[in-house]
């Protein structure tokens, strides 16, 4: 690797350490041990208790069994704390139930995992780390083949974390004899393909059916066992074994040794920014690529796909389905060159679109509870964004992260509230604007300070934040709207995914209710920005207008709802509008070049609070059940809205606009938490209906009505150039209707509920269509 890197093969010399495992989970930093420990670690005799609570699934020897892992000599508990080991034994880890064991015998659980996983001190490492790291980076030439901590090429494992993950004794084989070592997904593998041509590259995921290998050009494809003859796989490392001094393997080891993750805060030193072309797969995404959370940054689920239409879609049939596990998933895959990446409860994952195949995963400890807002709590996540090779989430506790795209290691880590006090949480996906990663933030309804912030995509740097109440002491305009004595008290929580319009720079972006949620009393005024849609300059974070749906909001009618961006002609004008179908039970069409309405509609029939929208003031004109009481109020819509976060979508060929609405109404109690009682009527039940809205007059051209329960059905539309509109129905199923009129053409029955929003995509040519259900990712195809 280091003097006898220019000599090796061109492909083989590409790694490091090949052997070296990528590891692409999260851990926390290096826990600190008291002393060196052998990590032979003379094994002691389980304790009865481990053999009665654990043997089971692990092996009476903790090594393991074919119900779950071997607990000796693990990578991922070596680098955890006891705390966290503590705690998945405490409640539990994916398919692992929980204990709740008295705390004495959690502690000698964890004491005797711990003594199968002992930790190094990088102080008993002879060499010199500083040495090392310029070997590396220098004469070495490891980092042209290797990341750490954002620095390298990603042409072998991410090495940021290697020391908590390798023994001094692996690091020093995975050098010396990196034959003995060749983690999983960097064998190397050769593959005759039906065409002719040969491809040769690191075999990242394999399964009886397909292949997702990695060329030298760090390109991924996605290959079908349809597409190639012949597999033979490298038994040899790709890397040559280390031909360096004694002297130079004791520096090295020491450097890789020391490295113990990424830490929380901006990258520093220099790093490449995004390029333009980068940029403008964002801005106008390949044919067939879904590049954000929306496919476009218009908010605008409309895709000009059209393979699937109204001729062929009732021979749909599913294609693969992938598990996460975490059962009501709300993610929106997003697909880049083929590769779609998922998320769960502080989890991401790349598969292949072509098989849902596992490529790589990124997985961090759910933030302890009480401790983050209430949705991020219950692990609800929505997805990522993407520019570039960076992938950037947001985790539960508001840390906006960047994960590269071909390893998923972890490239930086930002702590979007900064420290500040409160139940913080993460759960959209974040918007990619230019060079610019823009995130918002949950737990208006804990009482936190909302925000919009901006960050530098390739370092994590802050670029501008915008809070969305003002602060005790401000004054002002927005000041002025928070009259009494609890001004600031919360709220305008900014927790869905954002839109803008690259031509004017102008980024949009929704704020939450105010709080307490329904008791104004010490927060009367309108409580600026709540309840608001904000236009802003994307490049300084200032605002440019505002406008609130919602003022004084008493019912938690969020404004957290897909802000849609479109060029149409409306009455006789070609115009650039705003569409916002509001959780107060209202459509409004704003004209976004400015922020002034122009119109106002209900969208519902249950609505009891206003008469309707002044054309005059665009305000609500209000009736007395607007007003909540200690004894309660019949209010409608109910509190979780006419509509709400699910995706929206307008079809320029047939003008209508595509929005889940809610017929439904809630006891509302004035109380500064837990102010609502469910309200049911026999006579007149709750409803969710799919409706297709004129913009221009508001009027509905068709609705479905949807049997079953409405909370189980959070999924929202995506229409086509195909002329179709998919949604999943409340029953669980999954469905296509004729945009033009909703008349239905195709239905699959996933007996889950649906939390999530429908994508689509185009890999070879060949569409899907992908929706998250309970737990599953499912992904849709016409049989070839």
Not at 86 to 108: S, T, V, Y
Not at 114 to 137: C, H, M, Q, W, Y
Not at 246 to 255: F, K
Request: proline content about 6%.
């Amino acid at each position: 690797m280091i003097r006898s890197l220019r000599n090796a093969r061109p492909f083989t010399a590409r790694v490091l350490a090949v052997a070296i495992a990528c590891g692409a989970a999260a851990l926390p930093a290096r826990p600190q041990a008291a002393a060196h420990q052998s990590p032979s670690a003379q094994m002691q005799e389980p304790p009865q208790l481990f053999k009665r609570t654990c043997a089971l699934c692990h092996g009476a020897d903790a090594r393991g069994t074919d119900r779950g892992p071997s607990l000796v000599n693990s990578a991922e508990l070596r680098s955890m704390p006891d705390s966290n080991i503590a705690d998945i034994i405490r409640k539990g880890k994916a398919k692992m139930p929980a204990f709740p064991l008295p705390e004495a015998n959690i502690d000698a659980l964890t004491r005797f995992v711990r003594s199968l996983n002992p930790i190094e001190l990088a102080t008993t490492v002879a060499g010199d780390p500083k040495a090392g790291e310029r070997i590396f980076f220098g004469s070495g030439q490891c980092s042209t083949c290797h990341m750490v901590r954002g620095r390298g090429a990603p042409k072998g494992p991410d090495l940021s974390d290697v020391g908590r993950r390798l023994r001094l004794e692996e690091l020093k084989q995975s050098l010396t004899d990196p034959d003995a070592r060749i983690a999983d997904g960097w064998g190397t593998i050769s593959a005759k393909l039906s065409d002719g041509r040969t491809l040769h590259g690191f075999a990242r995921a394999q399964g009886s059916h397909d292949l997702v290998l990695e060329t030298d050009d760090s390109k991924l494809h996605l290959l079908l066992d349809s597409e190639f003859k012949a597999l033979t796989p490298d038994r040899h490392s790709a890397m040559p074994a280390y031909k360096g001094t004694e002297g130079e393997l004791r520096d090295l080891v020491a450097y890789l040794n020391g490295l113990n993750g990424v830490g929380v805060g901006p990258l520093t030193g220099p790093q490449s920014p995004p390029t333009q072309a980068e940029i403008e797969a964002i801005v106008h995404p390949r044919k067939g690529d879904w590049p954000t959370y929306n496919g476009t940054l218009d908010g605008n689920r409309f895709s000009h796909l059209d393979q699937v239409n109204l001729s062929n879609v009732a021979k749909l049939q599913l294609q693969w389905t992938y598990s996460i596990p975490f059962n009501g998933l709300e993610t929106t895959p997003v697909v880049v060159d083929g590769v779609m990446y998922v998320t769960g409860n502080n989890q991401v994952y790349a598969l292949s679109g072509k098989s849902g195949r596992e490529i790589w995963r990124y997985v961090r400890p759910k933030s302890v509870a009480g401790t983050i807002a209430s949705d991020a709590a219950i692990g609800v996540n929505r997805g990522v964004a993407v520019l570039g090779d960076r992938i950037f989430y947001l985790t539960d506790d508001a840390h906006l992260i960047s994960l590269h795209r071909l390893t998923g290691a972890l490239l930086w880590d930002v702590d979007t509230a900064e420290g500040a006090k409160g139940l913080y949480g993460g759960t959209s996906a974040p918007l990619v604007v230019g060079d610019l990663v823009i995130t918002g933030v949950s737990g208006g309804d804990n009482g936190i300070r909302g925000y919009v912030a901006a960050y530098k995509a390739a370092t994590g740097e802050p670029a501008w934040k915008l809070y969305t109440i003002p602060n005790p002491g401000d004054t002002g305009p927005a000041a002025d709207t928070w009259k009494g004595s609890a001004l600031g008290l919360g709220g305008g929580a900014t927790w869905l995914t954002g839109s803008a319009d690259t031509e004017a720079k102008v980024l949009y972006w929704a704020a939450g209710n105010p709080h307490p949620d329904t008791d104004g009393d010490e927060r009367t005024g309108s409580n600026l920005y709540t309840n608001s849609d904000l236009a802003i300059d994307v490049n300084t974070g200032k605002m440019l207008w505002y406008y609130q749906f919602t003022p004084h909001d008493l019912h938690d009618w969020d404004a957290n709802e897909p802000i849609v961006l479109v060029n149409a002609r409306w009455n006789g004008r070609d115009r650039k509008l705003l569409l916002h179908a509001n959780r107060n039970g209202f459509l409004y069409v704003l004209d976004r070049t400015t922020g002034r309405p122009l119109m106002a509609t209900k969208m519902v029939r249950k609505l009891n609070w206003a008469s309707g929208i002044d054309e005059r003031t665009w305000t609500p004109q209000l009736l007395p059940e607007n007003e909540t009481s200690l004894q309660g109020t019949v209010t409608c819509p109910a509190v979780r809205g006419a509509t709400n976060w699910y995706s929206t979508a307008y079809n320029p060929a047939t003008k209508l606009y595509y929005v889940m609405t809610v017929e439904d109404c809630t006891t509302y109690i004035r109380a500064e938490d837990a102010g609502y009682r469910r309200y049911n009527n026999p006579a007149d039940p709750a409803q969710k209906i799919l409706r297709a809205f004129d913009i221009e007059s508001g009027k509905v051209v068709w609705q479905i009505v949807l049997p079953g329960p409405l909370q189980s059905n959070y999924s929202g539309v995506l229409t086509t150039s195909g002329g179709l509109v998919f949604f999943g129905e409340s029953s669980g199923g999954f469905a296509a209707v004729d945009a033009r009129n909703g008349k239905y053409l195709w239905h699959f029955e996933t007996n889950h509920a649906i939390r999530a929003s429908p994508m689509t995509y185009a890999i070879d040519g060949r569409q899907y269509i992908a929706i998250a259900s309970g737990s599953n990712i499912l992904s849709f195809a016409l049989p070839k």
